[in-house]
T-cell receptor
Framework: DTAVSQTPKYLVTQMGNDKSIKCEQN?????MYWYKQDSKKFLKIMFS???????INETVPNRFSPKSPDKAHLNLHINSLELGDSAVYFC??????????????FGDGTRLSIL | AQSVTQPDIHITVSEGASLELRCNYSYGATPYLFWYVQSPGQGLQLLLKYFSGDTLVQGIKGFEAEFKRSQSSFNLRKPSVHWSDAAEYFCAVGNTGGFKTIFGAGTRLFVKA
């Protein structure tokens, strides 16, 4: 029933490992996003996909690689994890109309902790 | 470039008191403005949005916001705060081309009994 669901909810891993976060939305939206929220709650966009095409890539290190197999899914793979990657990662979706950014629906976040 | 400023990092109000959270934006054209709320351990939820038209917009949970172009502001208000309103509140501005939303740093609301 959840509109935007992310897995896992918590991810604890060691520096240097590779990990993935998955996101699925059942709202029929055509645009999906990844955001990073740091410890001070600052929310920064990382990527945006529209109809499976990458639209926004906000100077994110290339260790981060998003993949959108279809409009309902947007996954995030992170290679060689670093301490600074510790944060909460949010997936979101919206239905864009080409007339201005639309409200977004957010998942509950994935809390990534690097040991 | 777009930017959003929320001057107050945190605010404490008594239950039943009125609330105003401040937001100032910078954007060259007519902005698309939003307020979102984030409860602990959860994602952001849309409270209200302004695209055009009436400058006073109503949202969910009894919140409203007023767009003032001359002051580049979009302040959030609620006449009577409930303890369940304690959360982080984010003001955001989106561009007319779509796809990109810039969020403010957030204001943490504490509600005291």
């Amino acid at each position: 029933d959840t509109a935007v669901s992310q897995t896992p909810k918590y991810l604890v891993t060691q520096m240097g490992n590779d990990k993935s976060i998955k996101c699925e939305q059942n709202l029929g939206h055509d645009t999906m996003y990844w955001y990073k929220q740091d410890s001070k709650k600052f929310l920064k966009i990382m990527f945006s996909y529209n109809n499976k095409e990458l639209i926004i890539n906000e100077t994110v290190p290339n260790r981060f690689s998003p993949k959108s197999p279809d409009k309902a899914h947007l996954n995030l793979h992170i290679n060689s994890l670093e301490l600074g990657d510790s944060a909460v990662y949010f997936c979101a979706s919206s239905q864009e109309r080409g007339t201005g950014v639309q409200p977004q629906h957010f998942g509950d976040g994935t809390r990534l902790s690097i040991l | 470039a777009q930017s959003v400023t929320q001057p107050d990092i945190h605010i404490t109000v008594s239950e039943g008191a009125s609330l105003e959270l401040r937001c100032n934006y910078s954007y060259g054209a007519t902005p698309y403005l939003f307020w979102y709320v984030q409860s602990p351990g959860q994602g952001l939820q849309l409270l209200l949005k302004y695209f055009s038209g009436d400058t006073l917009v109503q949202g969910i949970k009894g919140f409203e916001a007023e767009f003032k172009r001359s002051q580049s502001s979009f302040n959030l208000r609620k006449p009577s705060v409930h303890w369940s309103d304690a959360a982080e509140y984010f003001c955001a501005v989106g561009n007319t081309g779509g796809f990109k939303t810039i969020f403010g740093a957030g204001t943490r609301l504490f509600v005291k009994a």
